[in-house]
């Protein structure tokens, strides 16, 4: 009997407390997600149906939203057990691109702990571009930057090209002239080259390694000529890695290739002073079977200069490149580096790197 009685009061409180944890208020959802929303659409909504499944009126107190982006309505009449009531979450995407995902913390007099609701989704322009991957902005023209890098260019190319997209975000058509100013181993075209409202068009750029002749990393400055009424002169900067291309080599070849080695990849500095340079030296060797040539060596600062002792090596011949490291008004930790290019085919770039502590 006992034990009957113990296992009666052990269900009546599972009872009591399921009861304790059972939620007053029941909502369809809890999150919605608009998916794609159009900005020029202008502000979207979604009503929260949600149902009183207490035993008493319920009311809802307060609807908080996360940000003033959205606005909340609810039911302010109390609500009888078993009706229904909604809230209303409005969204206005105007100048707010890309994903967003907002609260709402809702509030009732039937249970201290709130209910949050949740809205998200993407904002889109009707142009069908998205604003978030075409910040930059030129005029009436949106890209996704004002620069163009064309990455890694080989010295023996002539006019690699390489695209880039934008948008006409105006009200009328704008028109590239065909009249770009910059160096003459850029070549700009633009498809089409007329471009209406609201839609896309390519801007081409073609870089000539041969023509530039220079290794490692390169910053040009290019302007197209357009009718564009806000910005019809339009300035962007073109950058290019340039490196030399070696073919795929058979092992018997690779075996026969230069091989560029360095003492080490790191040179210290230690504790310097400011506006005075110290030059510290590193060997390199050939430790392939034909002849090494250092092509380039570049700081990436001007605070860096170089001098090797030899440009071409014979094989198992060492040198040393000097390095001076002027830190000018610099001050605390520094960290740079220099670029070595050879004609070593498995690394034909390599990085020293540069540190020191200005005091």
């Known amino acids: 009997m006992k034990r009957i009685i113990g296992m009666l009061v052990l269900i009546g409180a ?117 604003p978030v991957e075409f910040q930059a902005v030129n005029g009436n023209l949106r890209l996704r930057s004002l620069s163009f890098n064309l990455g890694k260019v080989f010295i023996k190319d002539e006019f690699v090209v390489r695209d880039y997209e934008f948008y006409n975000t105006g009200v009328k058509p704008v028109s590239y002239s065909g009249k770009t100013e910059g160096p003459e181993y850029i070549r700009v075209t633009v498809e089409p080259t007329v471009v209406e409202p609201g839609k896309k068009g390519t801007v081409k750029v073609g870089y000539n390694g041969k023509m530039k002749g220079q290794y490692g990393f390169q910053s040009d400055h290019i302007t197209l000529h357009t009718d564009d009424e806000l910005q019809p002169l339009k300035g962007f ?35 310097m002073r400011q506006n005075q340079s110290v030059t510290k030296s590193i060997q390199f060797t050939n430790t392939g079977k034909t002849v090494l040539e250092i092509r380039s060596i570049q700081g990436n600062c001007t605070c860096i200069q170089t001098e090797a002792d030899k440009t071409k090596l014979k094989p198992g011949e060492s040198a040393a490149i000097k390095v001076s490291f002027n830190p000018q008004d610099r001050k605390g930790t520094q960290t740079k580096s220099v670029t070595v290019y050879s004609n070593d085919p498995q690394n034909p770039v390599q990085r020293i790197t540069l540190t020191g502590v200005v005091d």
């Open 14 to 130: 599972t009872v009591v407390s399921f009861a304790q944890l059972a939620k007053p208020v029941k909502f369809n959802e809890e999150v919605f997600d608009f998916g794609s929303v159009i900005e020029e659409d202008g502000p979207v909504s979604h009503e929260f149906v949600f149902t009183n499944v207490g035993t008493k009126p319920l009311q809802i107190l307060s609807v908080q939203p996360s940000c003033g982006c959205t606005t909340p309505g609810w039911s302010k009449e109390p609500i009888m057990p078993g009706k229904s009531g909604s809230i209303k979450a409005q969204y206005d995407p105007k100048g707010r691109p890309g994903y967003f995902n907002k609260s709402l913390t809702v509030t009732t007099d039937a249970d201290n702990q709130p209910i949050i609701l949740q809205i998200k989704g993407t904002v889109t322009s009707k142009n069908g571009f998205s």
């Open 237 to 271: 900067t073109v950058y290019a890695t340039l490196e030399d291309y070696f073919p795929e080599l058979k092992p018997d070849e690779l075996a026969k290739a230069p091989q560029l080695r360095f003492s080490a990849q790191a040179i210290e500095y230690g504790s």
